[in-house]
């Protein structure tokens, strides 16, 4: 019995909760910073250096504005991280997982909106203007995203769903992977691979599609008055965020590469979130700038949601 | 006294209070008040007490007033009938009923004419019992008249405002037409059958779709889609709602149009029987949809609190119809959680919308601003309101959003029907585009800058709280706790629904539905999502709790506030400051998304256009969203 809640706690709090979501999301980002420096033709920081940056930020002196509502300011960053770690929970890490029973595909996408409405209520609260725009791009960010990636997740769910039926379950997803070969092997599938690789970074939040946090106009938006732990606390929201997507992706498209070892896997399931991050995220960020808020809701709108349908359409004819 | 009395009683005790105060209560405040409360709390006691007979055991009460039984299987007298489902609707009604009563005792302090707010308010309330509880559609349709007529007066309850009276007028119009519909319809459907009585309508009707009958569903369907407020009826909506009362929004919202769903249900599934036709359902998911997606983006473009709520309660009837109209057990009990859902979230947003204006005198979203710091209590109330209508996991709005989803796509796997995936897309955005609106609500009414003219703002009083923060308890209760809900009232009013037999039996004797021949429907739910919000609540505390441990660890001098303010900076910050005042935010609540408007600028040029505001226009919209049901009925369920 023991044994059993101490097993669970290892779970949640380790692996493949907590920890290893942080150590992850870290080292994705210090890897996306290092690709991008050498893109531009940098030295670039050490890997470790976004581990770096989050333990200063934690000893620094958190300041809460005069304006601000001080619980809800004080409390957004870290409800928001708590979301996000127990979203991975739900995510069978190829076939490994313990809690992935308690939420599938819809669920998930429901999930994922509370760290960007954390980020959100938290920058409204701080009662800053620029952090008003900020929180404003965010929400219309989001709505860009939403719409072509439920019809990424119900081509998904129809593809693995037998004939007549669909499946929304993330472990059903893995299996049938294993036994039919990963989604992105399926060419019906490639278009939403793409439209899902391209939500990525506006999910994540990285240029061309950080609106939201755009330094250079809006002092990074809805963070502009956060300090110390707090801001420390939604950096790594942003470094675990990168983990997540990139491993929802691996799961959604790449699923179904299974040694039956769970550290292996955990160490194949790092590399291809890497390799993803720097494919989606680092390489447009070295050659895009960033987007003015309209047009980026118009590409996801037309370009993306475009993308997603035919995927949808393609696996609805059977394909 | 059994409890075979009780629904009749309860209507009645409404009205005879409601008389009473029309006596005795005049220049009384303190008498109308106790009158009303007590002859509401009588009512809520004669309700809830039939949930052990009803839910628990599946007792179907019927009760013919004086006594007129069916004679030779021909139904004369009124007769009451309570089922599960009309059991789901008046304990919801009495609900909401007596929230709003208790927040009224503080919310009215400063009006005047109070007798006659409670005389209307208890009458609305009798006939509101007496719609779901009735058995006989042309007692129905009365209490619908005594539901209009007494809703257009509260709406301009407030009359010494130019804007409540043309409400009110705008409301008593487009009710009157809308009871115009549901009186022609009753009328033809008497010529048909020759009874009132709907068990014994239901026998009759079943399958039996010639002209005259699909012209009178097509009426009636119209009249009660009014009544719920469905595109292109919806029109008297947005100023009915922002004029009344928040007390009398929240009844609007929150149980006027779910009588509306509740007669659509009993039209649909049980008076006609037409839920397996796809005909029916395409209209009823076309209908849903189209009403979902324009009421939330004319609710983005709303700058008044109430008004935004008000487009809001569109666009959610919408999802409630279009997960009816599916016609599938799983469509139905997500319709139904959806509709208990809203009257929840959306009474206590208005109860919210109603504080800021006991607050701060206004609901204009571009006067207001910074009000968190001064109603924390609100603003608690009305984030968790907030979140349950957008969706948010845990709470209330999201698991009935995804029982939706589930159904939308379910049908459009099982049919082969790519549309239906579309209708389930278009909930999932419909839900953002909620989530986005009400964002802009926090941020220009709670958080933001704080307005120097709203310095002298205070937390409502105590009584005003109470009915805030026990609707927001159950907006939590109902997400974590859902399967309850589904095994108490969802799953015994969706079997009542899709199970005529116990009904019609109740009413016209054993065995009357088999004789005549109705075809017996098996219920089974299937659920083929997962969603276990208890877990996901404990491994957050978890997580949370070990996060927080960590923070705590840190840094120990953390949080103290900063004077931001040039007057007040000490010596270690007047560095940055130099004495500069702060900027002011040159970003009202209506400006903020404009990268979405300006994207979509030409749709809400047209679809603004429409929402004229004349009310020739929007009976003209009423009629030809009748003449549409009608050809539409015509075409596709006749025409075959």
Sequence with gaps: ?319 | MSHIHFPVVAVMSMFVGGFLIAIFGAKRRKLSQGIALVTMLFADVLVYSLFSPVILHGEVISYWMGGWKPVEGYAIGIGYEVDQLSLFFAMLICFVLTMSMIYSIRYLEKDSALDHYYTLNLMLGGALLGIVMTGDIFNMFIMIEIMTFTAAALTAFRNHKAISVEAGFKYLVLGSVGSGFILSGVAVLYGVAHTLNMAQLSTVLSQNYNPSTIFAFALMFSGYALKSFLMPFHTPVPDAYSAAPASIGMLHSGSLNKCGIYALIRLTYILFRVMGLPAVQTMMVLIGAVTMFVGVTMALAQHDFKRLLAFHSISQMGYVVTAIGLGTAIGLTGGLFHAINHSMFKGLLFLCAGAVYYAAGTTDLDRLGGLSRKMPWTTCCFIVGAFSISGIPPFNGFASKWMIYQATYQKAVTTGNIGYALVTVIAVVVSVMTLASFIKVTQAVFFGQERPQLSAVREVPALMRVPMVIMSLICVLFGTCYNLVNDFLLYPAVYATLNTHGYVDAMMGKNYAAASGMPFVKYEPVQFSFWNPVTWLVLFVIVLLAVFVVMMTGESDRGRVLANKGEEADGKFATFFSGEKSLPSHVGGSDLFWGFKKDFKKYFKVVQGIHSGIVNDYVLYAVCGLAFITVFMFVFVLGR
């Design chain 1, 1 to 319: 019995m023991i044994q059993d809640t101490l097993m669970v706690l290892f779970h949640i709090l380790v692996f493949p909760g907590l920890l290893f979501v942080c150590v992850c999301g870290l080292l994705l980002a210090g890897i996306d910073r290092k690709v991008l420096a050498h893109m531009q033709k940098r030295v670039g920081p050490p890997i470790v250096q976004p581990l770096y940056d989050f333990l200063k930020l934690m000893g620094k002196e958190t300041i809460v504005p005069q304006a601000a509502n001080r619980t809800v300011f004080l409390a957004a960053p870290v409800i928001g991280f708590a979301g996000l770690v127990v979203m991975m929970l739900f995510i069978p890490v190829f076939g490994y997982g313990t809690f992935n029973g308690s939420a599938d595909l819809i669920v998930l996408l429901y999930l994922l909106t509370i760290p960007a409405v954390a980020l959100i209520i938290g920058g409204s609260a701080s009662g800053n203007p620029y952090a008003g725009i900020g929180i404003s791009r965010e929400m219309v960010t989001m709505m860009a995203y939403e719409f072509p990636l439920i019809m990424v997740f119900l081509a998904v769910a129809r593809k693995v769903g037998s004939v007549g039926a669909l499946s929304f379950s993330m472990l059903n997803i893995e299996k049938w992977q294993q036994v039919n070969g990963s989604l992105i092997t399926h060419w019906a599938m490639i278009p939403a691979a793409i439209a899902m690789l391209l939500i990525i970074p506006a999910e994540v939040g990285t240029q061309p599609f950080d609106v939201a946090e755009a330094e250079t106009e809006i002092c990074e938006g809805p963070l502009v008055e956060y300090s110390g732990a707090p801001l420390a606390m939604f950096k790594l929201n942003t470094a675990v965020r990168m983990f997540i997507m990139t491993a929802l992706f691996t799961m959604l498209f790449l699923g179904g590469i299974t040694t039956g070892m769970v550290w292996l896997d955990a160490i194949i399931l790092v590399a291809i979130c890497a390799l993803v991050t720097v494919c989606t995220m680092t390489l447009l960020h070295g050659i895009c700038a960033r987007l003015k808020i309209e047009h980026l809701f118009k590409f996801y709108w037309t370009v993306v949601a475009a993308l997603s349908l035919l995927s949808l359409a393609l696996v609805w004819c059977g394909l």
